[in-house]
Nanobody, 123 residues
Framework: QVQLVESGGGLVQAGGSLRLSCAAS????????MGWFRQAPGKEREFVAA????????YYADSMKGRFTVSRDNAKNTVYLQMNSLKPEDTAVYYC????????????????WGQGTQVTVSS
């Protein structure tokens, strides 16, 4: 099992940028596809982005395409989410998660989750 810890959240003005990191423990990190999800108050959790275990393929929710970039460094057991051109509607708790499934857009197929990091975008 892999354990995940997110960092990098904070308060930023609209139009600004943040980079989230997710540090994983466990020697099998490189075997997992990694995803980012978010949950805003009163809303359901939604898919943000995902990356395959090799890093060769990435996936994004439509509203994040062109603004967010997911990447990973298997040597550092870390996955990143670079968020640019942030909007107030991006305000949420962001979670990273690990999955052995190819269905990376669906949270129910993820095996491990981090505790989340708060991102707040002010207008």
């Amino acid at each position: 099992q892999v354990q995940l810890v997110e960092s990098g959240g904070g308060l930023v003005q609209a139009g600004g940028s943040l980079r989230l990191s997710c540090a994983a423990s466990g020697r099998t990190f490189s075997r997992y596809a990694m995803g980012w999800f978010r949950q805003a108050p009163g809303k359901e959790r939604e898919f943000v982005a995902a990356i395959t275990w090799t890093g060769g393929s990435t996936y994004y929710a439509d509203s994040m395409k062109g603004r967010f970039t997911v990447s990973r460094d298997n040597a550092k057991n870390t996955v990143y989410l670079q968020m640019n051109s942030l909007k107030p509607e991006d305000t949420a708790v962001y979670y990273c998660a690990a999955t052995g499934s190819s269905l990376v857009r669906l949270g129910k197929f993820y095996d491990a989750w981090g505790q989340g990091t708060q991102v707040t975008v002010s207008s």
